[in-house]
């Protein structure tokens, strides 16, 4: 008995090892399986956030599947954390901050309690904006998981991150992996003039979970009805290749008003204050969808979501999402008419071809304000003919704009003030644009246009790019036309042919 008792004794060890190891095996293999392909983007972030509004703060966890496409062994990797720049606000000095700051601000921010690389405790530092974490060895085309838990507060200011009485606006607010250029990582100090937002195209999975009785718009799709428990919702959200995600948490008092157009869900969100405006701001948003569309090539998201919320721009684009002037959403309707058909002009130009946001602001800003005038000419001529006004009067004052040494190429990092940049890069940058309109048509313009769009999307433009485009639609001396304008001195087609 005492051999039958010590045999089965050792099966049974045996047995245990074998499936144990077997669990292991399989829990590894589905854990693999489960991992995003990374195919068309090097990065896929999943996120899950609860807010809570009465304190303006929350949780958080990400874990990012991110891959080695610098074609370099790294040592490191970088995450930008703009959300961050608003830690001590009182620390940020300058006309161009108090802008942004506006008379009475809060500070806010993300506090990590915790970073974790493909399982393991991992040390970081962070600088201002910019998150640092150490690798043993990173190969090239290695896929590493890197998870953070943090918690927020959200600041209050007059920028895209704070709040209002009746929302809360996140945006530039997730970390995201810094983008590695020829020169390497790129250390986004977030100037306060123009947009900071510079990121690669990646893939999102998100959970937002607000009380029971708020809303939720966002960058992405919701991937099933939210889940409500007794005094909770959970919204489950996707996004493939954006370049951010941005989302608002609002009250009660929003209602939506909610279309089909082109295929493409639009949502205007409104509150009893814009109730009789919102109407303008969502026919402005269907045409320029239906126009755009028509003109450069097919809208790159399935939705598209106009929410009011900043107090310090007249919008902000995101991917399938913008963020328009809350005063003047709920009392001026006429003065945001082109603020919206510009945000819509986003989608092509900044969210389906990028650029290098802050090192060349005009390749997204200028084209899409031209993009713009294109669609206020058909639709709304007496905008349009008022714009066109402002070009013409700033581009006349062009020896006064350059004095600073700034032209239409400057990075925003260069701008003393927002006006230099707001008037170059504005007003002159889509002269340059409807100038050359003039001479070869809408229609040319529009199929250089749309083979820029084509060959650039989902990728980061330069102006080579935009050049080539022109060329091949109206021949050579397009070069010569473009950096002529690019380096102040305003010329037409016919003098450089």
């Known amino acids: 008995m005492k051999k039958i008792f010590l045999f089965s004794g050792a099966c049974l060890l045996l047995l245990i090892v074998v499936v144990f190891g077997l669990n292991s095996s399989l829990s590894a293999w589905v854990s693999f399986a489960d991992e995003p392909e990374l195919t068309d983007v090097n990065t896929n972030y999943e996120v899950e956030v609860e807010v809570y509004p009465d304190t303006k703060t929350?949780?958080?966890?990400?874990?990012?599947?991110?891959?080695?496409?610098?074609?370099?062994?790294?040592?490191?990797?970088?995450?930008?954390?703009?959300?961050?720049?608003?830690?001590?606000?009182?620390?940020?000095?300058?006309?161009?901050?108090?802008?942004?700051?506006g008379p009475y601000y809060e500070s806010g921010g993300l506090e990590f309690e915790g970073i974790q690389v493909d399982g393991k405790d991992s040390e970081y530092t962070i600088t201002d904006t910019m998150l640092e974490i150490p690798l043993d060895q990173w190969d090239v085309g290695e896929v590493i998981n890197v998870s953070m838990d943090f918690t927020f507060k959200v600041p209050y200011n007059d920028g895209l991150f704070s709040y209002n009485n009746n929302s809360i606006y996140f945006a530039s607010w997730l970390p995201t992996r810094a983008v590695y250029n020829e020169n390497g990582w790129y250390m986004n100090e977030f100037p306060p003039i123009g947009d900071p937002s510079y990121n690669d195209m990646a893939d999102y999975s998100v959970t937002v979970t607000i009380p029971k009785d708020h809303h939720l718009a966002s960058t992405g799709q919701e991937t099933a009805e939210p889940k409500v428990s007794k005094d909770k919702k959970t919204y489950s959200i996707h996004a493939e290749k954006v370049r951010e995600f941005a989302m608002s948490v609002l009250d009660e008092t929003f209602k939506v008003h909610s279309e089909k157009v082109d295929g493409i869900t639009l949502r205007t969100w409104y509150t009893p204050k814009s109730k009789f405006q919102y109407s303008s701001f969502h026919l402005t948003a269907k045409n320029a969808i239906q126009y755009f569309n028509e003109s450069f090539g097919e809208y790159p998201y399935k939705e598209f979501?106009?929410?009011?919320?900043?107090?310090?721009?007249?919008?902000?684009?995101?991917?399938?999402?913008?963020?328009?002037?809350?005063?003047?959403?709920?009392?001026?309707?006429?003065?945001?008419?082109?603020?919206?058909?510009?945000?819509?002009?986003?989608?092509?130009?900044?969210?389906?071809?990028?650029?290098?946001?802050?090192?060349?602001?005009?390749?997204?800003?200028?084209?899409?304000?031209?993009?713009?005038?294109?669609?206020?000419?058909?639709?709304?001529?007496?905008?349009?003919?008022?714009?066109?006004?402002?070009?013409?009067?700033?581009?006349?004052?062009?020896?006064e704009l350059k004095k600073n040494?700034?032209?239409?190429?400057?990075?925003?990092?260069?701008?003393?003030?927002?006006?230099?940049?707001?008037?170059?890069?504005?007003?002159?940058?889509?002269?340059?644009?409807?100038?050359?309109?003039?001479?070869?048509?809408?229609?040319?313009?529009?199929?250089?246009?749309?083979?820029?769009?084509?060959?650039?999307?989902?990728?980061?433009?330069?102006?080579?790019?935009?050049?080539?485009?022109?060329?091949?639609?109206?021949?050579?001396?397009?070069?010569?036309?473009?950096?002529?304008?690019?380096?102040?001195?305003?010329?037409?087609?016919?003098?450089v042919r």
């Open 405 to 495: 040494g700034q032209s239409i190429t400057s990075s925003t990092t260069e701008y003393s003030n927002s006006k230099e940049y707001v008037d170059l890069v504005y007003a002159v940058g889509p002269q340059m644009f409807y100038k050359l309109e003039e001479e070869i048509g809408v229609e040319k313009m529009n199929e250089a246009l749309a083979h820029y769009y084509r060959a650039n999307k989902d990728q980061f433009a330069e102006k080579e790019d935009l050049i080539e485009a022109f060329k091949m639609t109206i021949g050579p001396e397009a070069e010569e036309y473009f950096n002529e304008w690019l380096n102040n001195r305003p010329v037409t087609l016919a003098e």
């Open 58 to 101: 929350g949780t958080g966890t990400m874990t990012i599947h991110t891959k080695n496409d610098t074609g370099q062994v790294q040592d490191r990797i970088f995450f930008q954390v703009l959300a961050n720049k608003f830690l001590d606000s009182d620390t940020l000095e300058g006309d161009e901050w108090k802008r942004m700051l």
């Open 305 to 399: 979501e106009i929410v009011p919320g900043a107090r310090s721009f007249l919008g902000m684009e995101y991917p399938g999402f913008t963020l328009v002037h809350e005063r003047l959403y709920n009392h001026y309707p006429d003065q945001l008419l082109k603020t919206i058909a510009h945000e819509v002009a986003h989608q092509w130009w900044y969210g389906a071809v990028g650029n290098h946001t802050i090192d060349d602001p005009w390749l997204d800003e200028s084209l899409t304000s031209y993009s713009t005038l294109q669609f206020l000419s058909e639709y709304y001529p007496n905008h349009a003919n008022d714009e066109l006004k402002k070009y013409e009067e700033k581009t006349d004052n062009l020896d």
